[in-house]
């Protein structure tokens, strides 16, 4: 059974950092492309950002470059968000999903290049709040 498992959200003060960790069970986790999704209430789900299987390759929205870095340790089965000064925009629910195809970036937007195909694996959610 796959299990997808975020971890590390909280309440911070604008400016702050957190460290959003994702562990993953049950797939070989080198062979997924790993990205992070966020959703505020009202508002549509927004990719994050995504990392290739290998790490290789990084991808980030434009409202978070510059900020977010994600990392991958594919011996542990982790992938990371390490977010840096943080605006209460940021303030959302973050989920972390595993899909076998590559990243899809197109006009500061990220995502699966293949999430139409619905096959990816997908955790509960981290909640982020940011205070001004």
């Known amino acids: 059974q796959v299990q997808v498992v975020e971890s590390g959200g909280g309440l911070v003060q604008a400016g702050g950092s957190l460290r959003l960790s994702c562990t993953v069970s049950?797939?070989?986790?080198?062979?997924?492309?790993m990205a992070w999704f966020r959703q505020a209430p009202g508002k549509e789900r927004e990719g994050v950002s995504c990392?290739?299987?290998?790490?290789?390759?990084?991808y980030y929205a434009n409202s978070v470059k510059g900020r977010f870095t994600i990392s991958r340790d594919n011996h542990k089965n982790i992938v990371y968000l390490q977010m840096n000064n943080l605006k209460p925009e940021d303030t959302a629910r973050y989920y972390c999903?595993?899909?076998?195809?590559?990243?899809?970036?197109?006009?500061?937007?990220?995502?699966?290049?293949?999430?139409?195909?619905?096959?990816?694996?997908w955790g509960q959610g981290t909640q982020v709040t940011v205070s001004s």
């Open positions: 999903a595993a899909d076998q195809g590559g990243c899809y970036l197109n006009e500061g937007r990220v995502g699966f290049l293949r999430e139409e195909n619905d096959d990816a694996y």
């Open positions: 049950g797939l070989t986790f080198d062979d997924y492309t």
């Open positions: 990392i290739s299987y290998s790490g290789a390759s990084k």
